[in-house]
């Protein structure tokens, strides 16, 4: 079983940092991309930040400059480091990962999501 938990969400004002990090844990053969996602109430979730497994990062417009995403791949972890928060960053994120695994006698991938963890900006 796969399981990606997420960590460092919380209460900040705005201006503020934090840090959120995300571990996969399980049976995993490599992890492809890593990303992370977040959603405010009544809105659908929306992409904030990718990482290939090559280090190759991607990010929405709203975030760039401010936020940066990495990973270290001997640890099955990726991070997000969020600085100069706004109120409008307030949401719950969600860790997203791309996992090969073996099974029934093949590599096979499968998209896995975090538990969420909520950040709060307060103004």
């Known amino acids: 079983q796969v399981q990606l938990v997420e960590s460092g969400g919380g209460l900040v004002q705005a201006g503020g940092s934090l840090r959120l990090s995300c571990a996969a844990s399980?049976?995993?053969?490599?992890?492809?991309?890593m990303g992370w996602y977040r959603q405010a109430p009544v809105k659908q979730r929306e992409l904030v930040a990718t990482?290939?497994?090559?280090?190759?990062?991607n990010y929405a417009d709203s975030v760039k400059g401010r936020f940066t995403i990495s990973r270290d791949n001997a640890k099955n972890t990726v991070y997000l480091q969020m600085n100069s928060l706004k109120p409008e960053d307030t949401a719950v994120y969600y860790c997203?990962?791309?996992?090969?695994?073996?099974?029934?006698?093949?590599?096979?991938?499968?998209?896995?999501w975090g538990q969420g963890t909520q950040v709060t900006v307060s103004s």
């Open positions: 399980g049976r995993i053969f490599r992890i492809n991309a």
């Open positions: 997203n990962a791309g996992i090969m695994k073996y099974g029934l006698g093949s590599l096979y991938e499968s998209n896995y």
């Open positions: 990482i290939t497994s090559g280090g190759s990062t």
